[in-house]
């Protein structure tokens, strides 16, 4: 999570347009399968009434896989910001995981969100995933005060990292974004998503992990064009298990995708016996896809279920490594 040397931020938005680095088509058509998988998982703090005991087994199967970190999202129910920041305490005393916290422009004004990233750093997150997060129904546009743009959260992040750079040490906050493989339901077409992520990249993004997409082929092709366009940063697939009929309209109306009709069929036929099954035999068949085609790695949304992450990774090949 680390890098080698703090980096010098942009303090303005930057369009995409203007050439980058060099390019060889050539050699972004050539497939590399690094050697190791590169693991991280999505997880949710828990309830002020969940089960001790259900977390600390949560937690002791996660880092039975070493990933390379955990990212911790933020809910009403958990006490927003301030419950993932204690819950980021509790995994970062508890076990070996790095971590990252999810952060909306949403969450507050730039004062307020200037608090909750030295709050976060205070407990022991090792990244930022920088957001511009939902809009709440009826709004356009955000409310006076706060960052318009995720790209005004990354400048904010690096503006404090600046400031603090000796509590860093040679090292310094990793910034992951998101980037949409199936199009933002925002964005006028796919060249527009292509051209935030470039500017995000040149604001000093160092990863991006993909929103939902169902189709191997939408995150493949998505790749590519990224890559034609200049991106450089890892474009990590974020893999979400689709074990129900309830789970995948779900899927879909979070993300304003509309969900595959032969994901639709395949589970109505399996019938209410056999549908986890089959959603996970499903969800394992596109990791195992993008995986064969060079991902690199995958970030799989857990919703807290050990069990169900388990059997998905089992299926996908990927077992916790031997400590011999």
């Known amino acids: 999570m680390n890098a080698a040397a703090p980096h010098h931020s942009a303090k303005r938005r930057f369009s995409a ?7 060889d088509p050539e050699e972004s058509r050539q497939v590399r399968v690094p050697e190791r998988t590169s693991l991280s998982f999505e997880v949710m703090p828990p309830r002020h009434d969940a089960d001790e005991a ?5 937690l002791g199967n996660l880092q039975s896989y070493n990933p390379d970190y955990v990212s911790v999202t933020s809910s009403r129910k958990s006490g927003w910001l301030e ?3 204690r819950f980021i305490e509790k995994i970062t005393a508890s ?15 730039r004062e ?13 997150v090792r990244g930022l995933l920088a957001l511009r997060g939902d809009l709440a129904e009826g709004q356009t546009e955000m409310p006076a005060g706060y960052l318009a743009h995720a790209t005004d959260l990354i400048n904010l992040i690096q503006s404090i990292e600046d400031d603090q750079e000796a509590r860093f040490g040679a090292g310094r906050l990793a910034i992951g974004v998101a980037a949409y ?6 964005s006028a077409n796919m060249d527009e998503d292509i051209d935030v992520l470039l500017t995000k990249q040149r604001l000093g993004a160092d990863f991006a992990i993909t ?12 790749a590519e064009r990224a890559r034609l366009a200049g991106v450089r940063i890892p474009l990590i697939p974020g893999i979400m298990p689709m074990t129900s009929v309830a789970r995948l309209h779900r899927m879909g109306q979070l993300s304003g995708l509309t969900v595959p009709d032969r994901l639709i069929r395949r589970l109505e036929a399996a019938g209410p016996e056999s549908e986890y099954q089959t959603g996970l035999d499903l969800t394992a068949e596109l990791a ?14 857990t919703f807290n279920r050990p069990d169900t992450t388990t059997e998905l990774l089992d299926r996908i090949g990927i077992v916790p490594p031997t400590t011999g």
Do not use: K
Not at 98 to 109: K, M, Q
Not at 112 to 124: A, H, K, T, V, Y
Not at 181 to 186: A, D, I
């Open 17 to 23: 347009s203007a050439p980058l680095d060099t390019f």
């Open 83 to 85: 419950g993932t920041a």
């Open 54 to 58: 259900s977390i600390d087994a949560l």
């Open 95 to 109: 076990t070996r995981i790095p971590t990252l916290a999810h952060l909306a422009c949403t969450a507050g004004t």
């Open 288 to 301: 195992q896809t993008i995986l064969a085609a060079g991902a690199g790695g995958m970030h799989v949304y």
């Open 181 to 186: 493989p199936s199009g933002h339901e925002e």
């Open 112 to 124: 307020e969100l200037i608090g909750w990233i030295n709050r976060l750093m205070d407990s022991g």
């Open 211 to 222: 929103q939902l997409f169902f189709d191997a082929e939408d995150y493949l092709r998505f």
